[in-house]
């Protein structure tokens, strides 16, 4: 004789555990809403007949049903259960086109766990998704595997949590189409002989551990004191109360009012009102002289600050004095030194200037063209470079103005380089000059906003090439300064400069 294998369909209104209980059974077993609205209305079971005459399933009012209250559901749910006395199997329904896993199914999850209080509770639950399908039809392994990873995570935590136990790894998982629109679903209906197997191999549970769902409740009591003076005597009173302390099977507990059951006064004599008063006057006595000394020291410490104030501004006005004497002789120093400054540039002017009309000037500009154009020849310039890490500034050569060196030209290249890719080649050539420096400066809001090469040799020539880009989204802006000097004969003097 086969085994009977009891299951339990438990889960939301309306997410078809009556017509997977039909699906397992194998004929209509149980009423069918066409609409959200629950059709079951109490606790009940249906066995199967001919091949399923083995299967026993138990069906029950859906969560948050408006026909009544999920407590009263757990209250009849439970009285059936321990009537029947065996159960294999907690198979929770939950419908696959629910984004997230539902807060009322974790609570009365949590509830469920605490009325079967066993241990091993929370491995004889099965999840099954049902409305198992999509627009183009059956679910893919890969869907099924998606939705698992999505919901089985938050299942297991709250059973864990609940029943205090770790569970499986594996927990049993199926998908289901209550309704398919295309003949039988195969692929779900392997799923339910996959999980009737899983069932047949579990022991039944102990049902005669089921907690009532409702709450344990008892009697707390406890006495309050109050305590009164009047005139000679101290009257105590004792009252004692009591509350309804409310355990519940979630773990929480509630608490009812406090709730006067009896009282009791006790008036004695006051044995103590005779050092009160002493006290009181002690202590008066003590703060009148506390009060006295502490103006006294007040009154001293004043007259002491009058003191060391008369004394501070007598040496402020002395140091005052003092710095005065002292602003006077530096001002009159810096008076000297910039009028001996002034007349030592002028001098060395008219010095410069003597010497540039003279012969000697001449052979002295001659000697600093050839210095210059040498340090010109044998000056590093880099071919190529980014405006990276900061870098906006590239140089070769003399880049400053004076006698002989002259800033001859300055080109901009600027686009709105959000636009694309934009590139532009600064060139030029002097006549009778030859280029003795040359700055590359970028302007860029990001690194590696663009970069730029030198096309020939430029120190020591007359011409220039440069070519400068600027890139998509990360863009720059170039300046090229050329400073030059006029063509010299190395061993002549400047005629004409």
Same mark, same amino acid.
Not at 228 to 238: A, F, L, N, P
């Given at each position: 004789m ?9 889960g939301?209104? $309306? ?5 997977? $209980? ?5 004929? /209509? ?11 079951t ?5 249906r066995?199967?007949?001919?091949e399923?005459a083995?299967?026993?399933?138990i ?40 984004v ?5 199914i ?12 066993? !241990? ?40 864990e ?24 679903? /195969?692929?779900? !209906? ?10 047949s ?29 009047? $005139?000679?005597?101290?009257i ?22 406090w709730?006067?059951? /009896? ?9 103590e ?5 002493k ?7 003590m ?10 020291k007040?009154?001293e ?14 040496q402020?006005?002395k140091?005052a004095?003092?710095?005065k004497k002292?602003?006077d ?6 008076t ?8 030592r540039?002028?001098d ?12 000697k000037?001449?052979k ?18 880099d071919r ?5 890490? $900061? ?25 709105e ?5 934009q ?7 002097? !006549? /009778? ?14 690194d590696?906003g663009?970069?730029?090469?030198r ?10 090439k440069?070519y400068?880009?600027s ?27």
């Amino acid at each position: 004789m086969n085994k009977t294998i009891n299951l339990l369909l438990f889960g939301e209104t $309306g997410n078809g555990k009556s017509t997977l $209980g039909n699906q397992i059974l194998g004929f /209509d077993a149980f009423r069918v809403s066409a609409d959200i609205k629950c059709e079951t209305k109490v606790t009940f079971g249906r066995k199967g007949v001919g091949e399923n005459a083995n299967l026993f399933v138990i069906d029950t009012p859906g969560l948050q049903d408006s026909a009544g209250t999920d407590k009263q559901h757990m209250i009849q749910l439970v009285q059936y259960i321990k009537e029947h006395k065996e159960l294999n199997a907690i198979l929770v329904v939950f419908n696959y086109q629910q984004v997230r896993f539902p807060y009322n199914i974790q609570t009365m999850l949590k509830l469920f766990c605490n009325i079967f209080p066993m !241990k091993e509770v929370g491995n004889h639950i099965a999840l099954i998704f049902t409305n198992s399908f999509t627009r183009r039809g059956q679910l893919t392994p890969e869907l099924k595997h998606s939705k698992i990873e999505k919901v089985l995570p938050e299942f297991k935590r709250v059973i864990e949590e609940a029943s205090g136990t770790k569970i499986n790894n594996n927990i049993t998982t199926g998908f289901v189409d209550i309704d398919p629109e295309e003949g039988i679903d /195969d692929n779900g !209906k392997m799923d339910l002989e996959r999980i009737i197997t899983w069932a047949s191999f579990l022991p039944n549970l102990n049902v005669d551990s089921i907690k009532e769902p409702e709450p344990d409740v008892r009697i707390e009591t406890q006495d309050f004191s109050e305590m009164r003076i009047d $005139g000679e005597y101290i009257i105590k009173t004792i009252i004692k109360k009591e509350r309804e302390v409310y355990c519940h099977l979630d773990g929480s507990i509630t608490y009812g009012e406090w709730k006067e059951k /009896d009282r009791k006064e006790e008036k004695v004599t006051n044995p103590e009102i005779e050092k009160i008063k002493k006290l009181n006057l002690d202590h008066e006595q003590m703060m009148q002289k506390i009060q006295e000394d502490n103006e006294r020291k007040i009154k001293e410490l004043n007259e002491q600050n009058q003191k060391l104030q008369e004394k501070a501004h007598e040496q402020f006005l002395k140091i005052a004095a003092s710095n005065k004497k002292n602003d006077d002789k530096i001002e009159k120093l810096i008076t000297i030194l910039t009028q001996n400054k002034n007349k030592r540039n002028n001098d060395d002017d008219d010095s410069d200037d003597d010497d540039l009309d003279g012969s000697k000037g001449k052979k002295k500009l001659a000697k600093k063209y050839l210095e210059y154009k040498n340090t010109a020849l044998n000056s590093h310039e880099d071919r190529s470079g980014e405006c990276s890490s $900061g870098k906006n500034e590239f140089s070769a050569g003399i880049i400053e103005e004076n006698k002989l060196v002259k800033l001859e030209k300055e080109e901009i290249f600027s686009k709105e380089w959000r636009n694309g890719f934009q590139e532009n080649t600064f060139e030029g050539e002097f !006549k /009778d000059k030859i280029i003795v420096g040359w700055k590359l400066i970028s302007f860029h809001e990001n690194d590696n906003g663009g970069s730029w090469q030198r096309k020939k040799d430029v120190l020591g020539t007359p011409s220039y090439k440069f070519y400068v880009s600027s890139k998509l989204w990360r863009g720059c802006s170039w300046k090229l300064r050329i400073y030059t000097m006029k063509k010299m004969d190395d061993t002549s003097s400047n005629d004409g400069y």
